[in-house]
């Protein structure tokens, strides 16, 4: 069941408003084995990679592009770092929309611009950042026609808000912090909406790179966030806090993250980059957002972990390297 069936009194759709689905939501919460127990705390993981493009995307794009729909647009378009990307071309295919997608050229993983081409979008690269491609396409939106399904699009907010629900439901309870990379802040944003419809407020930690502009978590690879006013409003009011993380302490929990046999894309380790940096209380509970999957960005794993070796295939080769 997808985001609209499971949530639909919880979301602004109708009855006008088809039910989408890719089979979006309803992705697993797993309980860290080592490395909340480093932490002092019960960690948990909410790991939206395993959405049907591979990230928290697809929870509010199966809104966003429902609702495209329903109010008669014949195409959408967005800019992403990739992930946006993947996941409004597959929706649009879904729904029977053209979907234009605009990248900064040459810096988005390259499974991600194979999601959207594969689908059947109209991938543009342009020569730009990611910034420049977003004001271009609130511009096409602007013209009529196209609906700009990035995350200023409210729908986007929307349905992901329902992973909150899906956290609060499955722990029982609200969790006492809730860690997840900032970006845009589209997903900090959506996740207080949910705790808050809820009733409740965790504390939420939100992990910026510190360099916004080249970071190799390319997901998060923006330089003026969408939602910095809604972010900094939550700041004001006590519930989210921003830490800023190097590629260093990413990578380190990337590591962590994969030992535990969870395979999230770079940007998704930046949470738990940042709950090492605050204190936190003993025993409670965590949950950290792993927002994509690893196999969105391999060229990160090359970086990061060594090379397969080459052996003759005798077991005493075997075992003269695997003993090394
Ligand atoms: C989009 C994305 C982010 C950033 O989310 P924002 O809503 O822009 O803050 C983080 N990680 C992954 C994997 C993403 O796709």
């Not at 295919?93 to 689908?119: D, I, Y």
């Not at 950042?129 to 929307?158: T, Y």
């Not at 845009?184 to 930690?205: H, I, L, S, W």
């Amino acid at each position: 069941m997808g985001v609209i069936a499971r949530y639909r009194d919880r979301l602004p759709v109708g009855p006008k408003t088809p039910e989408l689905s890719l089979g979006e939501g309803s992705t697993p919460l797993i309980r860290s084995t080592r490395v909340g127990d480093a932490l002092g705390v019960e960690l948990w993981f909410k790991f939206e990679g395993m959405n049907p493009t591979g990230s928290f995307k697809d929870r509010g794009m199966a809104v966003a592009v429902a609702k495209a729909v329903e109010d008669g647009a014949t195409g959408i378009v967005c800019a992403s770092t990739g992930n946006t990307a993947a996941s409004a071309s597959a929706y649009a295919a879904h729904a029977g929309l053209t979907a234009v997608v605009l990248c900064p050229a040459g810096g988005v993983a390259a499974a991600k611009v194979a999601q959207s081409r594969a689908v059947g979008a109209r991938f543009l690269e342009v020569r730009g950042s990611f910034d420049d491609a977003l004001r271009s396409c609130q511009e096409l939106a602007g013209r009529g026609d196209f609906a700009l399904v990035n995350s200023v699009n409210p729908f986007r907010i929307e349905g992901q808000k329902t992973a909150a629900f899906e956290i609060d439901e499955e722990l029982g309870r609200a969790p006492d912090v809730l860690a997840l990379p900032y970006g845009g802040g589209g997903n900090t944003t959506a996740y207080a909406k949910g705790f808050a419809e809820d009733g409740v407020r965790p504390r939420m930690v939100c992990a910026q790179a510190a360099k916004r502009a080249t970071t190799l978590a390319s997901a998060i690879r923006i330089v003026e966030p969408a939602h910095a006013q809604e972010v900094g409003a939550l700041v004001g009011e006590g519930t989210a806090e921003v830490v800023t993380v190097s590629d260093e302490d990413i990578t380190r929990m990337w590591l962590e993250v994969a030992g535990e046999g969870l395979f999230c894309e770079p940007a998704s380790a930046a949470g738990l980059a940042a709950l090492a940096q605050v204190d936190l209380v003993p025993g409670t509970t965590v949950v950290c957002v792993l927002t994509g999957h690893g196999l969105k960005d391999t060229a990160a794993v090359d970086v990061l972990t060594a090379a397969a070796t080459i052996v003759d295939p005798t077991v005493e080769a075997i075992l003269a390297e695997v003993s090394r």
